[in-house]
């Protein structure tokens, strides 16, 4: 009974039928684990001190509301890009394993294609959102105050990162293809 042994922090490869092997991840995704890692922690540190704060002392700060939605909001920005790299996100299987691979490749493309342009949008309204922010001098109607556009900056940096994952992940399917094409039974007669 052979078990492979993983190297610490590197993704599990996909095993699943027709499935892209899992990259390696880049310095972005990574830094993106990291990111979303750390701010599960604050997360779980600023509620657990509330909730003793609360409950032995009889006193809140009145900001773990506050900071678990701004920390929420950086957990699912900035995981984004980990999903895409390791191929996380929900497709239709049945469908997918009755694709050959070359149907299954640009099925893939097709969908990164058009997630692709919904993050380019979505990037461009949050980045211009920001952007009033910023300008206006806005801050959020709480204890904290903090200035709208510190609270709304990690969803932009998340969508690029997830931009960036997909024009990776694009080119990982163009590479699939171009290799696939060029082993049909014709260019290997000669050998």
Do not use: K
């Amino acid at each position: 009974m052979a078990q492979s042994h993983q190297a610490e922090g590197s993704p599990v490869p996909s095993e699943g039928v027709g499935e892209l092997p899992a990259p390696e991840y880049s310095f972005l995704e990574s830094a993106c684990q990291r990111l979303s890692q750390a701010s599960i922690l604050i997360l779980i540190v600023v509620v657990a001190l509330d909730i003793l704060t609360r409950s032995l002392l009889n006193y809140s700060f009145e900001v773990a509301d506050e900071l678990g939605g701004y920390l929420l909001v950086c957990i699912a920005f900035f995981s984004l890009a980990v999903c895409q790299a390791h191929d996380g996100f929900h497709r239709v299987e049945f469908v997918m394993d009755r694709l050959s691979p070359r149907a299954r490749e640009m099925a893939r493309m097709v969908y990164d294609l058009m997630a692709l342009a919904i993050a380019l949008l979505l990037a461009w309204y949050l980045g211009s959102f920001v952007s009033a922010s910023l300008a206006s001098g806005n801050t959020a109607p709480t204890r904290l105050a903090t200035p709208l556009w510190i609270a709304q900056i990690p969803m932009v940096l998340g969508l690029l990162a997830y931009i960036l994952s997909i024009v990776g992940s694009l080119s990982r399917h163009l590479a699939s293809l171009r290799s696939q094409h060029g082993h049909t039974p014709e260019t290997h007669h000669g050998r």
